[in-house]
DNA sequence: GTTGAGCGTT
């Protein structure tokens, strides 16, 4: 399995959609359309889940593509950032 | 609009 990060999709792309985009290419495990959690608005960018095999696939045929009048940016996502503690106020 | 979360215990 390997993790796949899609960058500039449109705002209205939707998990379902992300998924299905990348059905084609193997089966898709999890796919997730990224919004902010503080607003509920679409980053713009998501994660896919998918078959090794299958994701390289995906990669080389969707990186760089048109979409809805954006270019696609499609690579394997790097491990989430860990996040600083936001219930600690910084005290000096 | 470019690399996810949670909001005190998985």
Do not use: H, Q, W
């Not at 089966?27 to 078959?51: H, K, L, P, Y």
Request: hydrophobic share 30%; proline share 4%.
């Amino acid at each position: 399995m390997t993790r796949i990060y899609c960058g500039n999709l449109p705002f209205s792309t939707n998990d379902d959609e992300l998924r299905d985009m990348f059905e084609e290419f193997g089966s898709v495990n999890e796919a997730t359309v990224v919004s902010d959690r503080e607003t509920g608005r679409s980053r713009g960018f998501g994660f896919v889940d998918m078959d090794t095999d299958g994701a390289t696939k995906a990669i080389e045929a969707l990186d760089g593509i048109d979409y809805k009048g954006r270019t696609l940016k499609v690579n394997v996502a790097r491990p989430r950032e860990e996040r600083p503690p936001r219930n600690n106020r910084r005290r000096y």
